[in-house]
């Protein structure tokens, strides 16, 4: 019955992310991983300098002292749950919401959209959850680039987060001493945090942010090929499952990321756009692989419709896991 009990747990956790999302006045765990890895960063580069073999074993380093701490915070509140419930729950499930990004990625590029007839401020509001250069773009640049961040973040936000969440939830049910979803999530969160901080292809930070960029690959990895898997399902289109899903492992192939070109991919088989082409990032234009070239050039309903596939597959994978601990429940 601890697997069900933490599976109800992450599903209110999923309720307090879509109705509150996270207090503006709150500190957020993210925060706290960030100055860790700041510091870390530069402990980890004075001492190495700018040796290769060096910055790569300081950044695994700082990767691993990271991942450490958050795995034993969340483990610790998890403990403080099990015997404290009256403190421990309340924390538990603040912890796992702010793991969390589905209700604040909706809520993002829901502003974006609803200003789509005053470019400049649709522009400024975009500048807020892309990396690419915004200045310039037109309303078609707009909402490609709103559907390749609602299609790219839903895994890295919500869907990776909460699939650990409850892989966490079925070892409670083994074992209650056993890292659970605040554990796991909160790995995640930080391999996911080191990636977009330290994660870059440039200077330093090439050498210093592999360990983080490639932790954060491999958590995500199998998370974005059950969102392909399970996408078809939660679009009502079940028969278009094994098509859909080589199409976005084949058309999200060749994006530098093993991750956001078929999660990317996946989202424009679902609703039947075009995404991807040139992209400017500091005034440097960078070609991204053409997913599903056979689409037409997103509007605004495409958008809107990849936010309500994340909002029903969210429901269908937390159904599905229910059915799975209640039928474990009851062995």
Known sequence: ????????????????????????ALPHPVQVLGLLIEAGRR????????????????????????VAVAGLAGWGVEQLARHWPWLGVPLLLIGLASALAGGSLERAVRAVLV??????????????????????????????????????????????????????????????????????AWIFKAASTLDSMVGYRRG???????????LDDALAWLPCRLVALTLPLAALRPRQLPAWFRAALRDG??????????????????????????????GVERAKPILAAEGRAPLQEDVERMLALNTRLEILWLVAAGSMALAAGRQ
Do not use: K
Not at 270 to 276: P, S
């Open 204 to 214: 330093r930070l090439r050498w210093f942010g592999t360990a983080g960029a490639r």
């Open 253 to 282: 192939r060749p994006d530098p990321s093993p991750n956001a070109g078929v999660s990317q991919a996946a989202y424009a088989h679902a609703v039947g756009v075009r995404l991807g082409g040139v992209n400017r990032y500091g």
């Open 1 to 24: 019955m601890a697997g069900l009990l933490a599976w109800f747990f992450v599903v209110v956790a999923c309720l307090l992310d879509r109705w509150i999302g996270d207090p503006p």
């Open 115 to 184: 200003r789509l007839d005053d470019p400049v401020a649709a522009r400024e509001r975009l500048a807020w959850i892309v990396g690419r250069d915004v200045e310039g773009l037109d309303r078609q640049g707009i909402l490609r680039a709103a559907a390749e961040t609602a299609s790219e973040n839903a895994v890295d936000g919500l869907f990776a987060p909460l699939f650990w969440m409850l892989v966490g939830a079925a070892l409670a049910g083994l074992t209650p001493s056993a890292p659970g979803p605040l554990c796991l």
């Open 43 to 66: 402990a980890g580069e004075g001492w190495a300098g700018d040796r290769p073999a060096r910055l790569r074993l300081a950044g695994l380093a700082v990767a691993g002292a990271v």
